[in-house]
């Protein structure tokens, strides 16, 4: 248990760091809360899975990629992912983050938080003494079935894997209701000690921000993958719905190109999807663009006119966040966290999840009523100013830390799995 003769501690996993090179949403979450931590006196240690460009850029992360693993327990792993039935993945993803924790010796943690993927947490749990809160950043239950990843023996192990780290953890936190209340719901557990605590999103400065005069009013902006989780496939249906009625209306398409899942199970790439799909008098209106840097993307978006999230489920995107915080007009799809940050009618429009036409329905408005668009831009940024800054969600995140510190109770596992750890020479990490 943590004591005050020092300031608090706290070792996050992020899958990629530094946040501006990784685009990726639980590197950002990081990345903003620990400058916020900061602020309030909290040590703060990142363990990634891979750092990207120069060590200096990378930090005082702990790269897991650049540890050696003893030649001996990579037998053992070898022989263990033979085994029917283990979740393999989880095992190693959790051994791996504690061991990288065993690493930070100047100021050890008081306290680890990392997702619940894989089940990796419980894993992770059973070699330390500090409490370990679980993230939910996105329940396989949910990503899985967005993907259209099959329902099969493999998917019900990793979700039963996730549920027991999720059950046994310190502590739980997620970034919206919607998603605690489905783990709930899903796994039957009560959770009662578990909190919604929004990500942090940075906010915008008044002059960086989307204006109308600033925008080129014709086009429709999509970053993320293309694939059946960001429903990329629904924005470019909608754009042909409304081409006709919007002759001036482009479509710019950011983001890599994953592949399309369909009903049937046969895998698109997005030219493949475009070259079935759109008309040729309107191919020279779509504009795909493939990844883009932050920064370029940053740009786009002032430029555009709408921005739009399509995806089948989300927990708390990021791309949905940082529209709003630049006061884009936007539409987003009405499912899982989106509603809890884009308020539907008041700083932004909403549609059905997976219906283009209601969507190309939600375009058209914008289109139609810019006043109406400029002005759900301007409450959104102001909204994301106030709800989502990052002191205030610090400040959240730490109370939220003191109380399971003041309610810690021992749970190392059963003897049998202590063991088990045993063979890998990574017992117990040497801090409490």
Not at 263 to 272: K, T
Not at 290 to 319: C, D, H, K, M, Q
Not at 362 to 371: A, C, D, R, S, V
Request: neutral net charge; aromatic residues 8%; hydrophobic residues 40%.
């Amino acid at each position: 248990m943590r004591t005050g003769d020092r300031p608090p501690s706290v070792a996050f996993y992020s899958p990629g760091w530094p946040p501006n090179r990784t685009q990726n949403g639980i590197s950002t979450y990081v990345g903003c809360l620990r400058s916020a931590l900061r602020d309030l006196g909290v040590v703060s240690h990142v363990v990634t899975g891979t750092t990207f460009g120069s060590d200096a850029t990378a930090g005082d992360a702990i790269d897991l990629g650049k540890m050696r693993v003893p030649r001996g327990r990579r037998a053992l792993f070898r022989l263990l992912d033979r085994v029917p039935g283990l979740a393999f993945d989880g095992v190693s993803f959790g051994w791996s983050v504690a061991r990288g924790v065993k690493q930070i010796v100047e100021q050890p943690p008081d306290l680890l938080e990392m997702e619940e993927t894989f089940g990796g947490a419980w894993y992770a749990q059973q070699v330390m003494t500090i409490p370990l809160v679980v993230r939910l950043h996105g329940p396989w239950f949910l990503n899985g079935v967005a993907l259209g990843v099959p329902v099969d023996a493999a998917f019900r192990r990793r979700e039963s894997a996730e549920r027991r780290c999720i059950a046994r953890a310190a502590g739980v936190t997620s970034p919206s209701r919607d998603v605690l209340n489905r783990v709930r719901e899903r796994y039957g557990l009560p959770l009662p000690s578990a909190a919604v605590i929004p990500n942090p999103v940075l906010p915008v400065p008044i002059d960086q921000r989307w204006t109308l005069e600033g925008s080129d009013r014709r086009t429709i902006l999509f970053v993320g993958r293309f694939d059946r989780h960001k429903g990329g496939d629904l924005v470019i249906e909608a754009f042909i719905a409304i081409a006709k009625s919007l002759p001036a209306a482009e479509l710019m398409f950011v983001g890599p190109d994953r592949g399309f899942l369909d009903e049937s199970g046969q895998v698109h790439s997005l030219p493949a999807f475009l070259e079935s799909r759109l008309p040729s008098d309107l191919r020279s209106r779509v504009h795909v663009t493939g990844p883009l840097p932050a920064e370029t993307i940053e740009v786009l978006r002032r430029r555009s006119y709408v921005t739009v999230v399509a995806s089948r489920y989300e927990n708390f995107p990021l791309a949905l966040a940082e529209a709003l915080a630049a006061g884009c007009p936007t539409i987003a799809a009405d499912v899982g966290g989106m509603p809890e940050i884009l308020l539907s009618e008041q700083t932004g429009l909403l549609f059905a999840p997976g219906d283009s036409r209601d969507l190309a329905r939600k375009i058209t408005t914008l289109f139609e009523q810019e006043e109406l668009a400029a002005e759900l831009g301007r409450r959104a940024a102001i909204d994301v100013a106030s709800r989502l800054a990052p002191a205030a969600i610090a400040r959240l995140t730490l109370d939220y830390y003191q109380t399971v510190w003041n309610n810690r109770s021992a749970n190392h596992g059963s003897d049998r799995w202590r063991a088990f750890y045993a063979l890998t020479d990574l017992v117990t990490l040497p801090f409490s």
